[in-house]
């Protein structure tokens, strides 16, 4: 059966989701080789930041049957020396004949470049394959790349009727495991988790990642909202064997020795300014974190938290994770400090999709910018 461009893409990108959550700064990328009968001769995703990319693997793996084949790539190849050579050079050494891409690099500076190159050099390349898929797998990469932003993701675990506890001060999941372990695959592929200091205090929560079973699970980086340095020293989040540090973000006037102590205890403590309710300027964080080399990160609440990337349209991601109860007035609201006065008002979903999770359903919508 002779195959299209469309499958040999979906396997490489099949490849590159194997590297999602550990590539930070870099894409997470899939490459395959194929040759002329359709034979795929080699495979290879980018690993972690600092080492080959996927082209070199798929390349290697191939070895001398890459000659004449054709190179299957999510993303445009480099043409660029970073941490490693350029990924085009690797491509003409192994006598390629034709790179189908799937998406050409986000980076300004480079777009089109690698692909222009091999062009020049002879080798046959067509772009934009499943290119919305291969969208997906890097939707954080593409908006560092282009704002030096991190890709924001709000999500919570709520009611019907849009609570997300059933009463206030009160920890406790609304939903089920199987909304668990979701939450935890997506803890598995970002670079930072954030809360704010009202959330650490009563839930006192590790978190972490936990996903038994699964092999080479990581923590994310854990964020905490603290304005005027509540966090007790003897907090979960640092008293816990991870490899994942804490950084505690605080005002400028925040209390210098708790500062001392949160630091012997093993937290990060970030000073930056306040906005005009004597918050933590949300912008200024997210610029430093993008400086940081932070790509992506959970923002997991509580309430008031929500309330302000919602107020400030902060959030390209959002995870809504449905319980089928209704908890009443009682219940703390999803958001607090925003409202809109009519649905045309409201920011609207570049894309949505729903689907079941055990007895709950999750929300998943994106926005666009």
């Known amino acids: 059966m002779e195959r299209d461009d469309a499958y040999y893409m979906g396997l490489a990108l099949a490849e590159g989701r194997k590297g999602e959550g550990r590539t930070s700064p870099n894409p997470a990328v899939g490459a395959v080789v194929v040759q002329a009968g359709g034979e795929i001769v080699g495979r290879g995703y980018h690993h972690r930041a600092g080492t080959p990319h996927a082209e070199v693997h798929a390349l290697r793996d191939a070895g001398a049957r890459a000659h004449g084949a054709t190179l299957y790539v999510t993303l445009e190849p480099c043409n660029h020396t970073g941490r490693t050579g350029p990924c085009t050079e690797a ?27 091999l062009r020049r050099r002879g080798v046959a390349v067509r772009s934009g394959v499943l290119e919305e898929e291969c969208r997906e797998l890097n939707r954080p990469f593409i908006k560092h790349s282009t704002t030096g932003l991190p890709w924001i993701i709000m999500k919570a675990g709520l009611s019907l009727d849009g609570r ?34 009202g959330t650490a205090l009563i839930d006192n929560p590790s978190l972490t990642t936990r996903l038994p079973g699964v092999a080479g699970t990581r923590d994310p980086l854990r964020i905490i909202l603290d304005t ?7 907090a979960r989040m640092l008293s816990q064997a991870s490899a994942a540090p804490t950084w505690v973000c605080c005002g400028q006037t925040a209390p210098v020795d708790r500062e001392t102590a949160l630091v012997q205890a093993g937290a990060r403590v970030l000073r930056l300014p306040e ?14 974190l993008g400086r940081e080399q932070v790509t992506s990160i959970l923002v997991e609440g509580g309430a008031t938290v929500h309330g302000a990337f919602c107020r400030q349209q902060l959030v390209d991601e959002l995870l809504l994770l449905y319980a089928p109860i209704v908890v009443g007035d009682q219940g703390t609201p999803l958001v607090c400090g925003y409202s809109i006065t009519d649905r045309a008002t409201a920011p609207a979903p570049s894309r949505f999709s729903v689907r079941q999770l055990g007895d709950d359903f999750l929300f998943r919508a994106l926005y666009s910018r």
């Open 91 to 117: 491509v003409l050494a192994a006598g390629i004949s034709t790179v189908v891409i799937g998406m050409a690099d986000p980076n300004p500076g480079v777009t089109g470049g690698g692909a222009d190159y």
């Open 275 to 288: 906005d005009s309710e004597g918050r933590i300027d949300l912008a200024a964080l997210l610029h430093l």
């Open 228 to 234: 005027r340095l509540r966090l007790p020293f003897s």
């Open 164 to 197: 997300i506890t059933f009463r206030p001060g009160e920890g406790g999941a609304l939903t089920g495991p199987e909304a668990n372990r979701y939450t935890h695959t997506v803890r598995n592929r970002v670079d930072g988790i954030l809360v704010g200091v």
